[in-house]
Structures are given as C-alpha cells and as structure tokens.
C-alpha cells in the first residue's frame, strides 16, 4: 500500500534495476555534457589528488525573479 503511493516496486530487485538505470543514464548524460562543453561551466578537477567536481558560483537572484 505504501510503495503504490510512493510509486515504488514491491520487489527490491526491480527497485534497484530502475535506480542504476536512472543513474547509469543520467551519468552518461553528465559525461556527454562534459565532452561537448554543455555542462554550464562544471569541470572535472583533482583537488588533494582525488577527482572533485568544480561548480561556477551562480549569480543571487534579484528580488523580481522570486
């Protein structure tokens, strides 16, 4: 009853085949956007030598935009 509100498959197996092919996808879509250079300024660092995401800091919204 639970997993019906919530969407979710009664089987755990089924659950987790749906999340890594969600995350698989969307993986291979963040690493597509990397090559092309259509990720928003987001680059792959190394910072201490472990791989780190670099993020652009956004620019504050005005109060119009709320």
């Known amino acids: 009853m ?3 509100a919530i969407r979710q498959p009664l089987n755990p197996r089924a659950f987790i085949a749906d999340l890594k ?3 698989t996808t969307g993986l291979d879509r963040f690493s597509a956007s990397l090559a092309d250079g ?3 300024g987001v680059k792959v660092t190394t910072r201490k030598g472990e791989p780190w995401l ?3 800091k ?3 919204l005005s109060k ?3």
Do not use: Q
């Open 2 to 4: 639970h997993y019906a």
């Open 21 to 23: 092919k969600r995350m």
């Open 38 to 40: 259509s990720a928003g």
């Open 54 to 56: 670099n993020v652009p």
């Open 58 to 60: 956004l620019e504050p």
């Open 64 to 66: 119009t935009d709320n």
